[in-house]
């Protein structure tokens, strides 16, 4: 079975300091990977995801991942952080391998951002 | 090309009723799968149809159900509406269901159970 945990419900950066949100899964082969934004009163919106290849991820507005197989971790950063980066932040997971698990999502952080 | 459109957007039921949500996935996806999400348990899978066929189900009691038609259009209903099912209900299509499609979600609809 597949899990995966998002550290801190709630964190808040300063406008232009890094941004860090983190992600660790628990699996029996490494997943695919993907992180998803949540802008209020909107679904779900795909930032990035790791597949195979390069480690490190490039998504929209600015943010990448680096898939750590060693650490179990698909931690989520931006350089310099936004007004309109405040938004609800999921990792998910999905397997590998064709069989019956589905995209299972962490519990979500929540990022504000300080004027 | 349009994105997931789920309606009604949303809705205010009373506890014992029934409720009808639709979603009608991007063109030419086949798959589409229903998310609950609520403050206290976040986001939990309710189920997936590749097909119109149920091909999993999440630990939901029988009260929600699903299905999928020819067109890849889906609905899912809730019967004997209770408090705690007032949640904002999201769907996502994908192209199929192998482990690497991105699920494209609509914006929900929220339902608030009095």
């Known amino acids: 079975a597949q899990s995966v945990t998002q550290l801190g419900s709630h964190v808040s950066v300063s406008e232009g300091a890094l941004v860090l949100l983190r992600c660790n899964y628990s699996s029996s082969v490494p997943p695919y990977l993907f992180w998803y934004v949540q802008y209020p009163n909107q679904g779900l919106q795909l930032l990035l995801k790791?597949?195979?290849?390069?480690?490190l991820v490039k998504g929209i507005n600015g943010f990448e991942a680096e898939f750590k197989k060693s650490e179990t971790s698909f931690h989520l950063t931006k350089p310099s952080a936004h007004m309109s980066d405040a938004a609800e932040y999921f990792c998910a997971v999905s397997p590998t391998n064709f069989g019956n698990e589905k995209l299972t999502f962490g519990t979500g952080t929540r990022l504000t951002i300080i004027p | 090309k349009a994105g997931v459109t789920q309606t009604p957007r949303y809705l205010i039921k009373t506890r014992g009723q029934q409720v009808t949500l639709s979603c009608s996935p991007i063109?030419?996806?086949?798959?589409v799968s229903w998310y609950q999400q609520t403050p206290g348990q976040g986001l939990q899978f309710l189920f997936e149809?590749?097909?119109?066929?149920?091909?999993n189900k999440g630990n939901f009691p029988g009260r929600f159900s699903g299905r999928q038609f020819s067109n890849s259009r889906s609905e899912m209903n809730v019967s004997t509406l209770e408090l705690g099912d007032s949640a904002l209900y999201l769907c996502?299509?994908?192209?199929?269901?192998?482990?690497?499609?991105?699920?494209?979600f609509g914006a929900g609809s929220r339902l608030t159970v009095l």
């Open positions: 149809y590749f097909s119109e066929t149920q091909r």
């Open positions: 996502a299509s994908s192209l199929d269901v192998t482990g690497a499609n991105v699920l494209t």
């Open positions: 790791y597949t195979t290849g390069a480690t």
């Open positions: 063109s030419g996806h086949r798959s």
